[in-house]
Nanobody
Framework: QVEVVESGGGSVQDGGSLRLSCAAS????????MAWFRQFPGKEREGVAT????????YYVDSVKGRFTISREVPKNTIYLQMNSLKPDASAMYYC???????????????????WGRGTQVAVSS
């Protein structure tokens, strides 16, 4: 019954901004954390940012620090990713993930997450 749905992707020019949203529904309680991942064609899925639902901890992959901001609304089990100063190399399918508890691996480990959205595509043109 758990569903994770991303939205907000699209096409943007070099230097532009996008705001992604992800709503997770069907949880009996708040998730342990949620995260944004992205995947380039032919590449492994990589963690972009995560936010915890207790303590408001956030972590980012180094390449997006200072340009991307993750935030959340706990009662709605919803997270956002504000992406500024976008470059073409940010073009990817962006996925939202949620997990009900920690399994001990680093946050960027995709197998840690129980639930995934189907992705929203981001295309940055020069």
């Amino acid at each position: 019954q758990v569903e994770v749905v991303e939205s907000g992707g699209g096409s943007v020019q070099d230097g532009g901004s996008l705001r992604l949203s992800c709503a997770a529904s069907g949880f009996t309680r708040s998730p342990y954390s949620m995260a944004w991942f992205r995947q380039f064609p032919g590449k492994e899925r990589e963690g972009v940012a995560t936010i915890y639902f207790i303590g408001s901890y956030t972590y980012y992959v180094d390449s997006v620090k200072g340009r991307f901001t993750i935030s959340r609304e706990v009662p709605k089990n919803t997270i956002y990713l504000q992406m500024n100063s976008l470059k073409p190399d940010a073009s990817a399918m962006y996925y939202c993930a949620a997990k009900t508890s920690t399994f001990g691996a680093p946050w960027w480990t995709s197998s840690e997450y129980d639930h995934w959205g189907r992705g929203t595509q981001v295309a940055v043109s020069s």
